[in-house]
């Protein structure tokens, strides 16, 4: 099983990117798709989340209204399209996919422990 994260580089606060995560190995849709990140000196942070088959997204406060999660079916793709960057956006992105487990609401996805495949990150600089 393959995340391969990418799409991060050196952009001005107030544009925008858009990072792709690639999945191969298996088959994902009983799976939540998600995106951390992680700042020099800080924990890793939720940042959004989809389930594969679709669904209503959820994202964390900090980044709601400017980020969008995704998926293409066909290209077997999760995005994260991130508009209205800021400074505090600084950090290595990753994408994670976590099985579908009973009983769990999206925000249990919240969580990193909940992930088995992970990326390998990818950096985005958001310059003032």
């Known amino acids: 099983v393959q995340l391969q994260a990418s799409g991060g580089g050196l952009v001005q606060a107030g544009d925008s990117l858009r990072l792709s995560c690639a999945a191969s190995g298996r088959t994902f849709s009983n799976y939540y798709m998600g995106w951390f990140r992680q700042a020099p000196g800080k924990e890793r942070e939720f940042v959004a989340v989809l389930r594969w088959t679709g669904g209503i997204p959820a994202y964390a406060d900090s980044v709601k209204g400017r980020f969008t999660i995704s998926r293409d079916n066909a290209k077997n793709t999760v995005y994260l399209q991130m508009n209205s960057l800021k400074p505090e956006d600084t950090a290595v992105y990753y994408c994670?996919?976590?099985?579908?487990?009973?009983?769990?609401?999206?925000?249990?996805?919240?969580?990193?422990?909940?992930?088995?495949?992970w990326g390998q990150g990818t950096q985005v600089t958001i310059s003032s």
């Open positions: 994670a996919a976590a099985p579908v487990r009973t009983y769990y609401s999206i925000i249990n996805y919240y969580r990193s422990s909940e992930y088995d495949y």
